[in-house]
């Protein structure tokens, strides 16, 4: 199996397979990510992953190897994506500020899930492109250590430092 950097090399070249592999290796946590932030719009999650790809192939010339982790490339530019998608729906429904949350029966708790959404989020900012893939690959993805090593031609003790 090809490295990142290899695909996006070949990508890069022209190599609509290698597109392909890295499209089907990737296509799960941005979608996972999309999803769980839009909490369920699956047609507004389908915009803002095939965005988020689109916006990956017309940067990749641009960015040439400094991708460190393709997936946390890959959920930046989503999370931008989301950030434009709910600043035009706060435009086109003539709201201004924060983003608001419709709360259906208990109001404190949806606050404090939106107040924990946030603050995880701004946690998650701050990782580097890397320990963010880490924690997704491992948590959401379900992937052993062994196999987030090889992806990311690091040692098993590295990546289970890195999840400590």
Known sequence: MD??????????????E???LLYGR??????RYVYAQLRGDDQ????????TFLVAIGNLAGVD???ASVGGWLIGIARHKL??????????AGLEGPE???????????????????VVGDVMDRMDDVERT?????????????????RLNRTDKAIEAMLY
């Open 134 to 150: 880490v924690l997704e690959w491992k948590y959401i993805e379900d992937f052993s250590v062994r196999e987030i090593a090889r």
């Open 18 to 20: 290698a597109l392909a």
């Open 83 to 92: 950030s434009d998608s709910r600043r035009l729906a706060l435009k086109q």
């Open 65 to 67: 190897g400094a991708v």
């Open 100 to 118: 608001t949350t419709s709360v259906a029966d208990d109001p404190l708790l949806a606050l404090e899930a939106a107040d924990l959404r946030r």
């Open 26 to 31: 990737y296509l799960p946590s941005v979608w």
């Open 44 to 51: 507004t999650c389908r915009d803002i992953v095939s965005e």
């Open 3 to 16: 490295s990142d950097q290899r695909l996006l090399k070949r990508i890069r070249a022209g190599d609509r």
